[in-house]
């Protein structure tokens, strides 16, 4: 594999509030490369989201704060770059698509004209130009009949259609890493395949690093080509994803693919992991799972959380009893 | 029916490439009857304050020329008086198209004043928030518990600055608190949005999300509120006059005329009633204007 494109190593983010400090991202690491889809999964709360934030800087900051580890961009650091430096790295080299495409374009402003303002900010282009380069990346991502729909606003947008102008915003200056934070989630099926679809199809284009944030497993199962599970802060199992879809070494990671439904499963209910995730100013002593886990022992309830330890090649667990969850009959 | 289908398809035909924010709220507007209301009634009366001669005579204003007459004192209307005499015989309709002019310009420069003052202040305190936020609302504050009177006594006692420019400023001074408020507000409800986030995420500065992303988003219901408050300004000129600190004669403006003519309300109605009908179907005229603009601007509220 060619060269890492962003490094993220032990990265720390807290949330300093009233009620004490909460750790929302808990030593995460992970690496992407060019042309590589890197999934990050999880259940709300779970600091996918705060990790994507803190990549791009964009924290609220107080009360969140970056408590440690580093991010690098092309060997660049990032934790602790100035502002004014970082700025002419969102959007250039590094850029973030959001959730609900609807609540992340301004309302008061036509959709064209804010994709035309990538070109004014960071290209100083005269306002003819980024209006042609606008409509050139409309037409890119598919949006039919782009020079005529410059000046519609975004609630005269269908929502594929606002995803895909969102999406044109961000890939407009063919930033060399693409956050996608549940790009799909606003959206209706078709749609999501769709969107999906363009996502993988810019990639190709472009040899762009992709982070993938969400909670779909059969988005993920399609386009990843590593997978990591978050939980309460932490990493739980991170490695490729057949690895991960054929030998889950997590029971957490296992209850998510277990509550999918498949052609295979029988009639009834589907399985579902019980509980809810811990509030992050009180976690479980042990593994933050515990409480949650169908196969919690002793040694999961106290001490110090697991390690999170190699199980196959690039394929890591943070669980005591990975061996014997990835030996144990897998259901898929 | 049949005009307005036809004007829809030639404006869709020739729409999609030179649509604009402007040219859609025209478009909206010019099918708006209420907006056409408020424009004749708004031509009218900048005719008024710009031309008042064109109306009335100056002569019938002032004894000086022969007008005012004490003898016509109270006098109802009639062939003599159109509208009729107030209780120094003046002529009622002839004072009120004169006293345009200084309520109208009192009106519009505290209502600008106060939404550029109380918004750019807002919009500050909203987006930095933290100390320059508390120290910004600290002194709103302060002006919000001013008692209004009180506060423009003692401003307009203690600074030399005479007639209309006085009036505004007091005024100014003492009402852009609700600007701010409301700007503020709305600040730091865009400032949560996801599209400022997006804004910063895409590299945009401080100033570029601030004045381009937050104040087009949070700025409508201040424009709302200066266009409505433009006839409370009216008023409170009025009040300033009354008690002496305001416009002082031989300057006359409504407020003048409104709150010389309570006393003799009961015997003559008309003396009260023809200057407060016009400070009435003023501010009624920018209201309507005020609404059907800010409705014609919002893209969410066009049909």
Not at chain 2, 153 to 161: A, C, E, G
């Amino acid at each position: 594999m060619a060269t890492e494109l962003l490094r993220v190593e032990d990265l720390q983010v807290e949330f300093v509030t009233r009620d004490g400090v909460a750790r929302a991202v808990n030593s995460v690491s992970f690496s992407v490369a060019p042309g590589e889809t890197v999934a990050v999964l999880g259940e709300s709360g779970s600091g996918k989201s705060v990790t994507a934030q803190a990549i791009m800087g964009i924290l609220d900051t107080p009360p969140a704060r970056i408590a440690g580890g580093s991010i690098q961009l092309l060997g660049r650091e990032l934790v602790g770059l100035p502002e004014d430096q970082y700025r002419t790295i969102r959007g250039e080299q590094i850029a973030m698509i959001f959730q609900d495409a609807l609540s992340a374009l301004n309302p008061v402003t036509a959709v064209g004209k804010q994709i035309a303002e990538m070109f004014r900010i960071h290209r100083d282009a005269s306002k003819k130009d980024a209006k042609d380069h606008a409509i050139q990346v409309m037409t890119q991502v598919g949006i039919p009949a782009a020079a005529s729909r410059y000046d519609s606003y975004p609630h005269e947008f269908s929502g594929g259609m606002r995803q895909r102008a969102m999406i044109a915003m961000m890939i407009a200056l063919k930033p060399q890493v693409l956050i996608a934070d549940e790009p799909t989630t606003a959206l209706d099926v078709t749609i999501q395949a769709q969107i999906i679809e363009l996502l993988q199809q810019l990639q190709s284009e472009t040899d762009m690093g992709l982070i993938l944030i969400t909670h779909d497993l059969g988005v993920v199962a399609e386009v990843a080509d590593h997978i990591t599970v978050m939980y309460a802060g932490r990493t739980m199992e991170e490695g490729p994803v057949d690895e991960i879809y054929r030998s889950t070494a997590h029971p957490y990671t296992r209850g998510l693919l277990q509550s999918i439904p498949t052609i295979h499963s029988a009639e009834g209910r589907l399985p579902a992991i019980p509980g809810l995730p811990p509030s992050l100013f009180a976690l479980p002593e042990g593994c933050a799972f515990h409480p949650r886990c169908p196969i919690s022992q002793d040694q999961c309830r106290q001490g110090a959380a697991p390690d999170l330890v190699e199980v196959a090649d690039r394929h890591r667990s943070r669980c005591w009893y990975a061996e014997e969850v990835m030996c144990s009959d897998n259901l898929r | 029916m049949s005009d307005l289908q036809v004007e829809a398809q030639s404006a869709q035909a020739a729409g999609p490439e030179s649509r604009t924010v402007a040219a859609d709220a025209w478009y909206q507007l010019r099918r708006n009857w209420v907006f056409w209301v408020s424009i004749v009634l708004i031509v009218g009366i900048s005719a008024i304050v710009l031309f008042p001669g064109l109306f009335a005579s100056e002569d019938a204003t002032t004894s000086l020329t022969g007008g005012c007459q004490l003898e016509d004192s109270l006098e109802g209307p009639g062939d003599k008086f159109l509208l009729g005499a107030d209780q120094q015989g003046c002529d009622v309709y002839s004072l009120s198209i004169y006293s345009a002019r200084t309520s109208v310009t009192v009106g519009l420069l505290t209502a600008i004043g106060t939404t550029l003052i109380g918004s750019l202040l807002g919009l500050l305190a909203g987006f930095y928030g933290g100390k320059s936020d508390s120290i910004l609302s600290g002194v709103t504050s302060v002006f919000l518990g001013l008692p209004f009177v009180l506060g423009a006594v003692v401003l307009l006692s203690s600074i030399d600055l005479p007639g209309v420019w006085g009036v505004v400023l007091a005024l100014t001074l003492l009402s852009w608190a609700t600007a701010f408020r409301l700007v503020r507000a709305k600040t730091m409800e865009a400032k949560g949005q996801d599209y400022t986030l997006a804004a910063r995420a895409l590299g945009a500065k401080d100033l570029r999300i601030m004045f381009r992303h937050i104040l087009p988003n949070a700025i409508g219901p201040s424009i709302v509120v200066a266009v409505i408050s433009l006839g409370v300004f009216i008023g409170a000129e009025a009040t300033l006059s009354y008690l002496g600190l305001g416009i002082q004669p031989p300057d006359t403006s409504w407020g003048v005329m409104i709150s010389e003519a309570q006393n003799a309300f009961f015997t003559a109605p008309w003396v009260l009633m023809v200057p407060a009908g016009f400070l009435t179907v003023t501010v009624l005229a920018f209201i309507l204007l005020g609404e059907t603009v800010s409705d014609a601007l919002d893209p969410k509220l066009r049909k």
